[in-house]
Each structure stands twice: as structure tokens, then as C-alpha cells.
């Protein structure tokens, strides 16, 4: 079984430019969380998702920033006119949903490294 | 609200000593308790994780954490450090399922344990 897969690895962008990051969740995962990770700071959640639902995205910015999970295909991070301070690790996770459990486990990926110009 | 603070940026201990990583957390709602492991340029590894049965929690690689509601910690532990424990570890806080915590894990900053030969 697969991880979660995450593409691209890294990724370079000038400023103003779009940049996609796309997340495959582990196979049989309904739930896929963003996180980013600025320089020498811990994880930050950004959103969170169910197929064709945003369940929460109290940690995206509001401009700029939007995610989605379609019914098909994987999870896509899209971030508008980026600039230098969009500039950060973005990781992806995802987990089962396992009705009368009260914790479902949240399995990282490895990351996409973004670097703004 | 949740939140998790990691005494300690960075520390330093020599090969075959004890491992100490301090973790207080902040919880209004029983706290489900993590501590994941980084390497450089990788994604997150779950160490181990407390949900609320033995307060003593064993993890991979020969770590143990232990949760004291008294003391409001969850600090990591390792008897023998050995020179593949160098990396960043984060220790990290979430809700259970049923409340609105449960969506997002909250990090800490991040702790970087070096070890000298």
C-alpha cells in the first residue's frame, strides 16, 4: 500500500505566478489535511477536506489560497500570484474514516518545497 | 484551544545517553497526544501517539512518552541515544472526533536533537 504521494517535490515559482501542489491520499483515505511549514517553525494546519467538501479551513489565508479534493483525482493546493513569503514546506496528509472511532490516525506525505524568486 | 509548547529548540546529548524532549500542552477537551520525528528534506514519522489509555505510551526506535494531566506534559524519552536519533522531533496536540479540535493537528515548534559521538 502505497504512502501519500505528493508532487512535485520541490518547486520553483517566480513571483505572481500560480503555483499547484498536488496530493494523492493513501488508498481507501476519504480525509486529506494541508499543512505548511515555514522555515525553522513548526506545521501549521491549513484545511481540511472530504471528497468534494471543505469540512475546514479556518488556517487558509483568505486571499490567494484556495484547495480542493474532487470526486476524482487527487487533492490540489493552489496558490494565486505567489509571493516571497508564500515560500515553505507544504505537507500533505490523509486518513480512513472509521465511524465509532475516536481517532483516525493522520499519515504524512513527503512534502512539496516551494521557493518563491 | 489547543496548543503545545517544546521547551528547547535544540539539544545536544552524546551517543548512549539519556534523551529528555520537554512537551507542555494547553487543552480545553482531552487532548489526543502525538510526537512525530522529521528528518532533513523528509515528511513527518509518527514516533508515537496518547489517546487515552495507558499513560505510558511506547513508540518506534526505542522512544517512550509519558502524559501527566497533573503536570500538563508529555514529554519524550529515550534511555540510549544512538547517533540515527539526530533530527527534528515536534510534539503535537488534536481533539478527538465530536469536537471541532479533532480536524487539525497543532505542532509545536520543533525541537532539534543533535548527538555527539
Known amino acids: 500500500n502505497a504512502g501519500v504521494m505528493q508532487n512535485p517535490r520541490h518547486l520553483v515559482r517566480r513571483r505572481g505566478q500560480e503555483a499547484r501542489l498536488r496530493c494523492s491520499p493513501m488508498?481507501?483515505?476519504?480525509?486529506v489535511y494541508w499543512y505548511r511549514q515555514l522555515p525553522e517553525e513548526g506545521l501549521k494546519f491549513m484545511v481540511y477536506?472530504?471528497?468534494?467538501?471543505?469540512?475546514?479551513e479556518s488556517g487558509m489565508p483568505k486571499e490567494r489560497f484556495s484547495a480542493e479534493f474532487p470526486k476524482e483525482g487527487p487533492s490540489i493546493l493552489r496558490i494565486q500570484q505567489v509571493v516571497r513569503g508564500d515560500s515553505a514546506a507544504y505537507f500533505c496528509?490523509?486518513?480512513?474514516?472509521?465511524?465509532?472511532?475516536?481517532?483516525?490516525?493522520?499519515?504524512f506525505g513527503p512534502g512539496t518545497r516551494l521557493t518563491v524568486l | 484551544a489547543q496548543s503545545v509548547t517544546q521547551l528547547g529548540s535544540h539539544v545536544s546529548v552524546s551517543e548512549g545517553a539519556l534523551v529528555l524532549l520537554r512537551c507542555n500542552y494547553s487543552s480545553s477537551v482531552p487532548p489526543y497526544l502525538f510526537w512525530y520525528v522529521q528528518y532533513p528534506n523528509q515528511g513527518l514519522q509518527l514516533l508515537l501517539k496518547?489517546?487515552?489509555?495507558?499513560?505510558l505510551v511506547k513508540g518506534i526506535n526505542g522512544f517512550e512518552a509519558e502524559f501527566k494531566k497533573s503536570e500538563t506534559s508529555f514529554h519524550l524519552t529515550k534511555p540510549s541515544a544512538h547517533m540515527s536519533d539526530a533530527a527534528e522531533y515536534f510534539c503535537?496536540?488534536?481533539?478527538?472526533?465530536?469536537?471541532?479540535?479533532?480536524?487539525?493537528?497543532?505542532f509545536g515548534s520543533g525541537t532539534r536533537l543533535s548527538i555527539r559521538p
Open positions: 496518547y489517546t487515552s489509555a495507558a499513560t
Open positions: 488508498k481507501g483515505h476519504s480525509h
Open positions: 496528509a490523509s486518513s480512513p474514516f472509521l465511524p465509532g472511532e475516536s481517532y483516525n490516525e493522520q499519515f
Open positions: 503535537a496536540v488534536s481533539g478527538s472526533w465530536g469536537d471541532s479540535s479533532a480536524s487539525k493537528i497543532i
Open positions: 477536506l472530504q471528497k468534494e467538501n471543505i469540512i475546514d
